[in-house]
C-alpha cells in the first residue's frame, strides 16, 4: 500500500531522511534515533548563546539582496524573541555567508562559526560583528573553506 505521491514529496532539501521517516511513521513502523552527534546541537551548545530558545532556517538564499534581507529579518527576530538563529551554507561559499553577517547585521551581534564539528580540526568561535569584520580586515578570516560549518547569531 502505497502512500499519495505527494507525501512523498514533501521532504526538505537539507534533511532527506525527513521522507523516509515521515513514511515510516504513516506506516505504524516505529522509529527509534540513535545517540551521536548532530552538528546544529553541537554548534548550538558550544556557542555560548541562548539555547533556550532557537530556530534552525537551513540555507538562506543564494541571491545577495535577499540574503541580506533575510539575515536582517533573522536578526530582528533573534532581538525580539532573544532566540538563537542557526543556519548553513554550502561550504564553499561559507566566506561568502560570513562577510554578508558582517555588512547585514549590527556591530553587536553576537556571531559564532562552527566548522568541522567532532573532527580533529573543530573550531568554535563567538564574536560580535564588529569583531569579525575586524578579523576578517586583519586576514586572519576562519579556516572553513570547503569544510562543514554551522552558522548562529543571537542579536543582543
Known amino acids: 500500500d502505497e502512500p499519495p505521491q505527494s507525501t512523498l514529496n514533501m521532504g ?12 515510516a511513521h504513516q506506516h505504524g513502523i516505529r522509529v527509534r534515533p540513535l545517540v551521536g552527534p548532530s552538528s546544529l546541537l553541537l554548534a548550538l551548545m558550544a556557542s555560548g548563546l541562548n539555547g ?10 543564494q ?13 530582528q527576530r533573534s532581538r525580539q524573541e532573544h532566540q538563537t538563529q542557526l543556519f548553513i551554507e554550502t561550504p564553499y561559499r561559507n566566506g561568502v555567508l560570513l562577510d554578508a553577517i558582517c555588512q547585514s547585521c549590527q556591530g ?5 562559526v562552527a566548522t568541522d564539528l567532532s573532527l580533529s580540526g573543530e573550531s568554535i568561535q563567538t564574536r560580535s560583528t564588529a569583531q569579525w569584520k575586524k578579523q576578517i580586515q586583519d ?12 552558522f548562529l547569531i543571537l542579536a543582543t
Open 139 to 150: 586576514g586572519k578570516a576562519p579556516d572553513f573553506h570547503k569544510k562543514p560549518t554551522v
Open 63 to 75: 541571491d545577495a539582496q535577499e540574503r541580506q534581507k533575510r539575515l536582517r529579518e533573522l536578526e
Open 52 to 61: 533556550q530558545s532557537f530556530a534552525f532556517h537551513g540555507y538562506l538564499p
Open 12 to 23: 526538505y532539501p537539507a534533511d532527506p531522511g525527513a521522507n523516509l521517516v515521515r513514511l
Open 108 to 112: 553587536n551581534t553576537l556571531v559564532c
